[in-house]
């Protein structure tokens, strides 16, 4: 079981949504499985990054919601942003 580390960006990012009980649930399955080494499923689209975010990983939680997190060879998986495209990219 790997032990999930907010970075202070993604906190302020989730501050954003928590009136969203739809997103923060789906998010909530998500990381769930991340925390359990869980593969994650198709339906997620999860991805390696370039650019600014090269080596972290990215999935969609919900249409334009996603995660980015970066998954060391530790125990310990780095949850990097979460928002929307324009948010994490633009």
Same mark, same amino acid.
């Given at each position: 079981? #790997?032990? =999930? ?18 997103? =923060?649930?789906?998010?909530?399955? !998500?990381? =769930?499985?991340? #925390?359990?080494?869980?593969? @994650? ?12 975010? #090269? ?5 969609? @939680?919900?249409?334009?919601? !996603? =995660? ?7 125990? @310990? @998986? ?13």
């Amino acid at each position: 079981m #790997k032990q =999930l580390q907010p970075t202070t960006q993604y906190r302020k990012d989730l501050k954003r949504y928590k009136n969203n009980p739809q997103k =923060l649930a789906a998010l909530a399955e !998500l990381l =769930l499985m991340l #925390k359990n080494e869980q593969p @994650i499923p198709a339906r997620f689209s999860p991805h390696l990054l370039h650019g600014n975010y #090269k080596g972290c990983m990215e999935c969609h @939680i919900q249409g334009d919601f !996603l =995660l980015i997190w970066f998954d060391e060879t530790s125990d @310990i @998986i780095e949850l990097v942003r979460l928002g929307s495209h324009s948010e994490l990219f633009g």
